[in-house]
């Protein structure tokens, strides 16, 4: 079964983008054929992988699915991973999927399942319609949180929002993102948040890394770049904790 | 998309030229390859369009064209052997090899080394858009005990690299493609999708030899004689070529092969009559049959032997060991059977034999008249039409007869009819229009495969029950032969109940709905 993943949070600039493109590389590095779908008008993702949308792709064609999206789907420079590439056109997805009348994402997606065993999502930040189309679609949520105090406070509204709108808490999977250690707040937050089953944070966390913050430099992933690099390591345990045990490939 | 290229083209000029189109050019690193080639004997992988290499321990089943990968799996030892399906682990490979070499063994054929350079083309933002890889690869024939391929021929040009460039798209990028494409047809090239055949061919092997449908060009006004010649010339080489297969014992195929084509000759001589000389027709149908005597016994229990698998699953788990120490038996008979065959055909007999026939198939001529059959002179395709009308006419009548309660003698006769007939439609059908022969060939074919099948369940009940009298033996402390009747008598039973328990069990559902739905139970024990 093809597992879909959300990169997500309401809060901008937690790590997001350099969770999905590092995640999809180690999904495909791990031999699982992967897609990484990028939403954000800003096309982050699709920056770090050198990729451009067509011009005749865009928002419209995205909404109408099927054949028309693989088209405009790229290999990367790496084997097994490949990227819908974002599109400015996607600023107003929210408004689109808003009236209803059009396919939801989960239908979108769910074409995707014949050809990838991993597809992630990288999101825009924000709660929006496109949001909750993105709950509806994705299996998992992963949420990057700074472990700050406000970040907790995030997380807790996004909690709540799913408790009123009757979605799935289950979905969501937060991660320490981000993390100087050597700033006690950090690591004062971690040790309340991590304590709390309720909220099922996952036990690798991201270091703020000088490497991460290069990819905008290099182009291309961690573990492109050095695979043995600490950025590189902390994604791919994140990668397999992700995973699980039994999903081996 | 691959193109095979003159070793002439400059292996930079792809990439130069790309470089002239605005993209960014960079070579990686050199590498080197090496792989062993393999097939079965009658080219069943190439005909399907695969190609089997080992590699580093590995074998890899690749689509041939696009050399697109469909199965691996781990190759323990050397590789300088034949493979059966069975010898390789349970898997994907096997699963999907299986289907197409079927009871053939896969043979090493050629080694294969080569250098590759490979070139990443990149666009204005340093995206990788495509790649090229440049090969030259050398192949050389695999010596190995047991090769069952006639030996190269000594004239044999020196092999020169096979020179390859291979164009691998990036999804979602069609333009770089284009230009690659513009490029090589300036270059007068087009893909090529027959690199493994065109290795085969550099190591020596001619992959469309012989194969079982041979067109030997029969024209309908030839002379009879020279027809026939034609036919028994081919059958000749069939023959030869399957000796080594057969010696080496690589699988049974050879074997069959090679008596196939004995029974055709004899079959061609005795049907197509008077039109080789009486006396040599004779003498050489006497040889042959004495040739296809000699491993009659084989035959069977290579066909029974084959039948394991299918044997096993007819039976239930608690008399597979039974079933192991039998095949065991077999097996053992089977070897000895082999070796006597091996000292026959390594003997003179046999030797002179298929040199003297191979000599009056060279070198007899029709055109003089103290060897000639009476009917050698007259066109063949008459001749054909009258023989198959014969051949027909007799099958049918024997076949009218056949009701229900026909004896088994009847039906095995019948097969023979029908067997000689569905030869002459095989021999002549070059002569005839091919919408007209092919469907009457398949027909009988079927026809045939049916009586086979009659044929050989009678054979291995015959093998089975002389197995069991072999079992009593006289030594002391053989069982008695009641004892081994009983055990016989308690197989069959145990077999037949296993089958209608698991035939009551499958009801058991349907009934018991039935008895749920009645619409009168609810009156005593409604639904709640
Ligand atoms: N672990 C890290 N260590 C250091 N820098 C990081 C780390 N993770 C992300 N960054 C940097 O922080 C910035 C924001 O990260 P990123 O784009 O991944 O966040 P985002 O949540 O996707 O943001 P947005 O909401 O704008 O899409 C980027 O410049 C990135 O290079
Ligand atoms: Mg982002």
């Known amino acids: 079964m093809t597992q879909t993943i959300a990169l997500y949070s309401i809060k901008g600039g937690v790590g997001k983008t350099a969770a999905a493109v590092n995640l999809a590389h180690a999904a495909a590095r791990d031999g699982h054929p992967t897609l990484l779908c990028d939403l954000d008008p800003q096309g982050a993702a699709s920056y770090y992988f050198r990729v451009r949308s067509a011009r005749k792709f865009g928002r419209k064609k995205l909404l109408k699915g099927g054949k028309g999206v693989d088209k405009h789907i790229k290999g990367t420079d790496y084997e097994g991973l490949d990227i819908l590439p974002a599109d400015f056109s996607y600023r107003k997805l929210d408004v689109a999927l808003g009236d209803g009348s059009r396919k939801t994402l989960k239908e979108i997606f769910r074409h995707f399942h014949d050809d990838y065993e991993w597809v992630f999502i990288d999101c825009p930040p924000n709660i929006t319609v496109l949001s909750e189309n993105i709950f509806r679609a994705a299996d998992r949520i992963v949420v990057p949180c700074i472990p700050t105090t406000l970040s907790a406070l995030t997380y807790t509204k996004l909690l709540d929002f799913f408790a009123e709108e009757g979605l799935n808490r289950d979905k969501i999977i937060p991660f320490f993102s981000m993390v100087e250690s050597r700033k006690r707040m950090h690591r004062e937050v971690i040790d309340a948040l991590s304590g709390n089953a309720g909220y099922r944070f996952l036990s690798t966390a991201i270091p703020y890394l000088a490497e991460v913050e290069r990819m905008g430099v290099t182009r291309m992933p961690v573990a492109a770049q050095h695979p043995s690099s600490r950025a590189a390591r902390a994604y791919r345990e994140l990668w397999l904790e992700l995973r699980g045990p039994h999903r081996s490939g | 998309m691959e193109f095979l290229v003159p070793s002439s083209l400059d292996p930079d000029h792809l990439p130069a030229e790309l470089a002239r189109c605005g993209y960014r050019v960079r070579e990686g690193r050199k590498s080197r390859h090496r792989f062993r080639l393999f097939d079965t004997f009658d080219w069943r992988l190439l005909s399907h369009g695969l190609e089997l290499i080992q590699r580093r321990g590995r074998f890899h089943l690749h689509a041939a064209d696009d050399g697109r990968e469909i199965a691996y799996a781990p190759a323990a030892g050397s590789g300088k052997r034949a493979w059966l399906s069975h010898h390789f682990p349970d898997g994907p490979l096997r699963d999907a090899l299986g289907k197409i070499i079927e009871i053939r063994a896969v043979l090493p054929l050629v080694d294969v080394t080569g250098e590759e350079r490979t070139w990443e083309i990149r666009n204005a933002d340093d995206k990788r858009v495509l790649r090229c890889r440049r090969r030259a690869l050398h192949a050389a024939r695999v010596t190995w005990r047991g090769d069952p391929h006639p030996p190269p021929p000594t004239d044999l040009p020196p092999p020169s690299p096979l020179h390859l460039l291979c164009v691998e798209p990036v999804t979602g990028y069609s333009k770089p493609v284009r230009d690659a494409e513009t490029i090589l047809d300036d270059q007068g090239l087009t893909h090529s999708t027959d ?175 103290e060897a000639a059959g009476a009917n050698a002179l007259t066109p063949v395709r008459p001749l054909a039409e009258k023989t198959i009308a014969k051949a027909c006419s007799r099958l049918l009548r024997r076949g009218r007869t056949i009701g229900p309660n026909a004896p088994d003698e009847a039906l095995h006769a019948l097969r023979l009819d029908c067997k000689k007939l569905r030869y002459l439609f095989e021999f002549f059908a070059e002569l005839f229009p091919e919408g007209e022969i092919r469907p009457l060939i398949k027909r009988a074919k079927r026809l045939q495969d049916l009586l086979g099948e009659f044929n050989d369940l009678f054979v291995q009940r015959e093998t089975l029950r002389h197995g069991l009298l072999r079992l009593a033996g006289d030594g002391p402390g053989s069982p008695p032969a009641e004892a081994i009747a009983a055990a016989a008598a308690a197989g069959g039973l145990i077999t037949h109940l296993e089958r209608r328990r698991s035939q009551v069990r499958r009801n058991f559902a349907k009934t018991f709905t039935a008895f749920e739905q009645c619409r009168h139970r609810r009156r005593f024990c409604p639904d709640d």
């Open chain 2, 195 to 369: 690199r493994t055949e065109e290795l085969f061919r550099q190591a020596g092997f001619d992959p469309a030899a012989p194969a079982k449908k041979p067109v030997l060009g029969l024209q309908p006004d030839w002379p009879a004689a020279r027809a026939t010649l034609e036919i028994l010339r081919h059958q000749y080489r069939v023959a030869r070529l399957n000796e080594r297969g057969v010696l080496a014992d690589l699988d049974t195929e050879f074997l069959h092969d090679f008596r196939v084509a004995l029974r055709r000759s004899r079959s061609a001589m005795a049907r197509i009559k008077k039109s080789l000389p009486p006396a040599a027709t004779r003498h050489f149908r006497a040889r042959l049959a004495e040739v296809a005597r000699t491993s009659n016994r084989l035959r069977d229990l290579d066909v029974h032997l084959l039948q394991r698998d299918a044997y096993r699953q007819m039976l239930p788990p608690e008399l597979h060991a039974g079933l192991d120490t039998f095949f065991a038996l077999l097996a053992e008979e089977r070897q000895h059977e082999f070796r006597k065959v091996v000292r026959y055909m390594r003997g003179a007999d046999y030797r002179r034999t298929m040199d003297e026939w191979g000599a009056f198939l060279a070198v007899h001529d029709p055109q003089l008249p």
